[in-house]
């Protein structure tokens, strides 16, 4: 399986329910670094995975559309506690989407997987990993 990562950031708001969350119920703060990684079987006609050009420009344009939000605010998260996790899922969906609708370029067509990582910290991160 072939893969590349191409990596960005956001800074959103949040606060969480439920006393496992501890402190973090209260709202706060975090920077996430973002790393979203293409896979596929074999290469395109080109030799590659996918454009990494595109790659790094549709993972900004998803990150935009939560940077710099609380996202205890937003209509699509309501009720829904924005975990590392969770939000992790959020992105590589809406990457698949962008596939899916052709933003990555005519070959992205024939990736198989996504993975999106969000480190937390340098000691700790979350991962989601789909099929397309």
Not at 6 to 25: K, N
Not at 77 to 88: K, P, Q, Y
Request: hydrophobic fraction near 45%; charged fraction near 25%.
């Amino acid at each position: 399986m072939f893969s590349i990562t191409v990596r960005d950031h956001v800074m959103i708001a949040h606060s969480f329910r439920g006393a496992v969350f501890g402190p973090a119920q209260r709202l706060h703060g975090a920077t996430y670094v973002v790393d979203a990684t293409f896979r596929r079987p074999d290469l395109d006609a080109d030799g590659i995975v996918v454009d990494i050009g595109l790659a790094t420009s549709e993972l900004g344009a998803v990150l935009a559309d939560l940077n710099y939000r609380n996202l205890d605010d937003e209509p699509d998260f309501a009720g829904v506690n924005t975990s590392t996790e969770f939000l992790a899922k959020v992105i590589a969906d809406r990457l698949a989407g962008k596939v899916k609708a052709g933003a990555l370029g005519e070959g992205a067509r024939d990736l198989t997987g996504i993975t999106v990582t969000l480190h937390e910290s340098h000691v700790a991160w979350a991962s989601y990993e789909r099929s397309l």
